[in-house]
Each structure stands twice: as structure tokens, then as C-alpha cells.
């Protein structure tokens, strides 16, 4: 039955759902336009890129510098836009100037427009610009924009916006560091990720119904990191629910204080780390947590460990996989949502877009 208009969480189970589509028709239109080819040549070389949001965008912004580093083999970096603009001396520090990129679906959010307008007015620094949205603020501000126009989103949660943007600057970072490999891999993902997407809405509805939990809990280490936070953001924004994130192996000093059956504490395993990350999922099942694991390949040792399993079984490199890593949080967060009468399209205290008053 196709839900209807008033029915809670519609849109956002339609813009979880629509995500391998929707990179597929972005990766197009960027391809169609020679975008990524024509931005690549209009930046010189920087050693140092920084990738500039808030909220989502800023955990969009966590998971492109890692991917921006790990392609290109240049340095980059992740930063809140507040922190800019209250500590611009500790996020410029330094001789050689960056090469910074804002990040923001709407391209209204205050942050990221005083950012933008700091930098490329008061530093003289060139900036890139990537959205979701045309005629807004952000593309008259920065000197280039990167857009995403099909993963713009009716509902208040980001997530098709947040794993397309994410795969247009993965997109980028190939073009810019001329790894034509990668940069096919990424035009994979959408197919082989819609094969992993099509059985999981059933299977996590049914988890999170049979469940009852106090405390959510990601780990993720590296690139995944990033990941790790959006889906505790997902949770906390969709369900109203307490939920944390930790580096996985950070979560031995200390946070693992609150393992109990009542934490679910979810797993983003990596292939790099995936022995020692594993070895901290068997010690917090060994605690008595209740353990969620997704990964591109389950062991024997990691089913064991889990009480449920998200397998992608994906055929592209560990790093052209972030994106569908994504799917997993953002439907646990709308499902638990729903479970306790809320509607994920239309979140509690919050608004489409941040949009502050002016203080002039």
C-alpha cells in the first residue's frame, strides 16, 4: 500500500528509499555537464583542503576529508562552521592557505553563508560551494558551486542529500586526483547498493519492533567515523531517542561503562580495521550489550558477536562504499520514529534550515 499524504514519515522513507536512484542521476547530470572536470582544473594545487558544514553537512564534511585524503593523498580536514568563525586562528594557522569547501543543502544556512563570506571577502580565499539548491545565498558568495539538484529533500531530516553530496565530493577528489578507477567504482555503487537496500527496510522494522532500547551507541573508525555520527544524528532527530558516537576503539576507555542489554550499540566495521574492530564487538557482546553490525563482510566470529547483521556484500573498494553505509542508521532512526509515534518527516524542535537573526 503506498502510503499517503498524512501518513508520518512519508517522505522521509520515500528519500531513504529513492538513494541509489538518486546517485546514479546525480553522477549523470555531473557527467552530461563535465562539472567535476571543469571544477577539478578551476582550483590550483592545495595541500591542504578543509571541508566547512554544520550538523549533517558537517558529518558529510567528517567523511569527505577522510575520502579527499585517502584518494588524493593530500591533507584535509573537517570543521564545524562555527568554529571558524569563533576560532579562525586556530582552523587557519599556518603559512600556505587552504583550499576550502562549503557544504550545505539549502545553501541558506547561516554558518555556512558567514563562512563563506569570511573567507572569500575578508581572507580573499577561493572557496567551493556544494548544494542540494540553485538561486540561493551560498552559490552568489562562493566563487564555484558544486550541485546535487536531484537529491534535494521535501522532509526536515537530511539523508539522500547527505550520501549524494558526500558521493559528489568522493566524485571530485577522483576527477581531481586523475584515478579514472575510482571514480567508475563510484558509478557502481548505485546498482550494486540497491541490491543491499531492497531487503532492509523489512528486516530493521522488524528489529526495532521486537526491541526495546534506553541508549543507542555508533562505532566507526577512519572514514567511517563520519558515518558513525549521522547515524547517531539520525536516531536523535527522527526518534527523539538518546543515542552517542565513539572512535571504536576509543570506546574501551571508558564508554564502555554503559554496556548493558538495554544500549544498542551499533558497529560500522571497516576492512582496514575490521580484526581490531572486531575484537571490541566480541568484548561488548561478552559485557551483555545488544550489538548491531553493519559491514561489507561478515566472519563467522563477528555473526557470533551480533545479534543482528546488515551484510552490503558490495563489489567496489572499501572507500567507494560510504555512502551505503549510511542506509542502515537512517532507517533504523526512521522505524524506531514511527514505533514511538513520532514523524520523521517533521522532527521535533527543529526547522528545514538554521536561519539566524542577524545581530547587525
Known amino acids: 500500500m503506498t502510503p499517503d499524504a498524512a501518513t508520518p514519515g512519508r517522505h522521509t522513507r520515500s528519500e ?9 542521476e546525480c553522477l549523470r547530470a555531473l557527467d552530461a555537464k563535465g562539472e567535476l572536470g571543469r571544477i577539478a582544473k578551476q582550483f590550483p594545487a592545495r595541500s591542504d583542503w ?34 571558524l568563525m569563533l576560532y579562525p586562528e586556530l582552523i587557519l594557522a599556518g603559512d600556505s592557505k587552504c ?4 557544504i550545505s543543502r539549502s545553501g541558506h544556512t547561516s554558518e555556512v553563508l558567514k563562512a563563506a563570506e569570511f573567507l572569500e571577502l575578508k581572507e580573499n580565499i577561493r572557496t567551493l560551494a556544494i548544494s542540494c539548491a540553485t538561486h540561493q545565498p551560498l552559490e552568489e558568495i562562493s566563487t564555484t558551486t558544486l550541485y546535487m539538484l536531484p537529491a534535494d529533500e521535501q522532509s526536515t531530516v537530511m539523508t539522500r542529500s547527505f550520501t549524494s553530496m558526500l558521493l559528489g565530493l568522493q566524485a571530485l577528489a577522483a576527477t581531481y586526483a586523475e584515478k579514472a578507477d575510482f571514480a567508475e567504482s563510484l558509478r557502481q555503487l548505485p546498482g550494486q547498493a540497491q541490491k543491499a537496500l531492497d531487503p532492509l527496510p523489512a528486516r530493521i522494522q522488524q528489529f526495532v519492533q521486537a526491541n526495546d532500547f534506553a541508549d543507542y551507541v555508533f562505532l566507526a ?3 567511517f567515523f563520519g558515518l558513525a555520527n549521522e547515524a547517531m544524528l539520525k536516531v536523535k532527530e527522527m526518534s527523539c531517542s538518546y543515542a552517542q558516537c565513539f572512535h571504536t576503539l576509543e570506546f574501551r576507555h571508558g564508554p564502555k561503562a554503559i554496556v548493558s542489554p538495554e544500549a544498542l550499540v551499533t ?9 581490531d574492530e572486531a575484537e571490541v564487538l566480541q568484548e561488548v557482546k561478552g559485557l551483555g550489550g545488544t550489538t548491531l553490525v ?52 517533521r522532527p521535533r524542535n527543529l526547522s528545514r534550515v538554521v536561519i539566524l537573526n542577524s545581530k547587525d
Open 16 to 24: 531513504i528509499l529513492s538513494q541509489p536512484q538518486c546517485w546514479q
Open 50 to 83: 578543509l571541508f566547512i558544514g554544520c550538523g549533517t553537512s558537517y558529518y558529510i564534511a567528517l567523511a569527505a576529508a577522510a575520502s579527499w585524503t585517502l584518494i588524493t593523498g593530500l591533507r584535509a580536514r573537517a570543521v564545524p562552521a562555527s568554529d
Open 99 to 102: 583550499q576550502p569547501v562549503l
Open 221 to 223: 573508525q577512519g572514514p
Open 267 to 275: 558497529f560500522l566495521l571497516s576492512e582496514t580495521g575490521y580484526e
Open 294 to 345: 553493519v559491514t561489507n563482510a561478515a566472519t563467522s566470529a563477528v555473526r557470533h558477536a551480533a545479534d543482528f547483521v546488515v551484510e552490503l556484500k558490495l563489489e567496489v573498494p572499501e572507500f567507494a562504499r560510504l555512502a551505503a553505509y549510511a542506509m542502515p542508521g537512517q532507517l533504523l532512526g526512521l522505524f524506531t520514529g514511527l514505533k514511538k509515534g513520532q514523524d520523521p518527516d
